[in-house]
């Protein structure tokens, strides 16, 4: 990315995994993103009453909440959802820690518009996000 350290995509990082939580927010940063790392799927959904992300990385393995719960709840699309809830249309990237932890169909179904299994590359992170956000004109 070639934009000033001011014009960065901001990405939330909504995992319970420490490790992976410290790999993609340290070295997105480093990709030309700015991150905020949130520690469960219903805190990210709380987070949003109060403020907006460019896209969202998301851990297939949250302990919480499932994350097609999540996604689908963020797009208000969940029948569990608040009616006034915020909705939000932005890029959502679903990681997986093993592979087939979730299906790819899952995550388009619940309204993601990516999934990344192992082994992870930032790069390729980096580039799936960017992908995500060209094509949502961010």
Do not use: C, K, N
Not at 10 to 22: E, R
Not at 64 to 79: K, L, N, P, Y
């Amino acid at each position: 990315m070639s934009e000033s350290a001011l014009e960065r995509p901001h990405l939330a990082i909504v995992s319970d995994d420490l490790s992976l939580t410290h790999f993609l927010t340290e070295g997105l940063v480093y990709e030309g993103f700015w991150t905020s790392a949130i520690g469960s799927g219903l805190q990210f959904l709380e987070v949003l009453r109060l403020r907006s992300f460019e896209g969202v990385i998301l851990d297939a393995g949250l302990g919480d909440i499932a994350v097609q719960e999540v996604i689908r709840r963020m797009r208000g699309t969940s029948d569990r959802a608040a009616a006034e809830a915020p909705r939000s249309d932005m890029p959502a990237l679903v990681i997986a820690g093993i592979p087939g932890e979730i299906a790819l169909a899952d995550v388009l179904a619940a309204g993601g518009q990516g999934l990344l299994e192992p082994p992870l590359e930032l790069e390729d992170v980096s580039a799936a996000m960017s992908r995500l956000l060209a094509q949502a004109g961010i």
